[in-house]
Each structure stands twice: as structure tokens, then as C-alpha cells.
């Protein structure tokens, strides 16, 4: 079983910067395909960047490239999201996802463990 903790989110001002965590218990991070998902209120659940197990290769979502980098941390066991030059529209609950398989997407189905998510809130 995967356990995973998010936390740094917050209430911060348009173009401010943030820093989300997740730290993972059960299984290494670097055993698992990790990846970021945001919902806003009335919204579905959005691919926000995924880490591959094996190379670590990374993907985003068009919206947020170039502002948010995705990375881990193998000795924390701990994956993080970095995320500059915020926008009001980048406001929702941040979730961390994990997947057993290893197989990676921007849909939420392929991942097996979710955090409690963590919410950031970016003022105009």
C-alpha cells in the first residue's frame, strides 16, 4: 500500500511562486510513476506533470510549461512540484498521484493512489 502526503500550498499573489510536496511511504518514489493532478471548484480533475519510474522523464500540461518543473527527491522519497509565475487560474486543489504499473498519462485512471490534495489559492 501507497501513501501519499501533500503539502505547501496556500494563498499567494499573481506571479508569486510556490513549492507543493508529496511524500510517499510503501514503495520508493522512484519505483512508481508520479504525476500532479489540479481540480477547481465545478471542474473536472487536470493533468498538471507526470515523472516516469525508470528515466524520469517528465511531461505537462500546455498551461502550465515552462512555469511548473516536476522533480524528485529519491532520498525524501518525496516528489515536488514547482510551480513559478502563478496565476489566478492555476487555483485548485493540488493532487498527488501515483502508479504501481508504471505506465504514464495524462488521464487520472492509470494511477492507483491519490494524497488528500493541497490547496493553492492565487489572488489577482
Known amino acids: 500500500q501507497v501513501q501519499l502526503v501533500e503539502s505547501g500550498g496556500g494563498l499567494v499573489q499573481s506571479g508569486d511562486s510556490l513549492r507543493l510536496s508529496c511524500a510517499a511511504s510503501g514503495r520508493t518514489v522512484s519505483s512508481l510513476a508520479m504525476v500532479w493532478f489540479r481540480q477547481a471548484p465545478g471542474n473536472e480533475r487536470e493533468f498538471v506533470a507526470l515523472i516516469s519510474r525508470s528515466t524520469g522523464d517528465t511531461a505537462y500540461a500546455d498551461s502550465v510549461k515552462g512555469r511548473f518543473t516536476i522533480s524528485r527527491d529519491n532520498a525524501k522519497n518525496t516528489v515536488y512540484l514547482q510551480m513559478n509565475a502563478l496565476k489566478p487560474e492555476d487555483t485548485a486543489v493540488y493532487y498527488c498521484?501515483?502508479?504501481?504499473?508504471?505506465?504514464?498519462?495524462?488521464?487520472?485512471?492509470?494511477?492507483?493512489?491519490w494524497g488528500q490534495g493541497t490547496q493553492v489559492t492565487v489572488s489577482s
Open positions: 498521484g501515483a502508479g504501481s504499473t508504471g505506465w504514464v498519462s495524462n488521464q487520472p485512471d492509470v494511477y492507483d493512489y
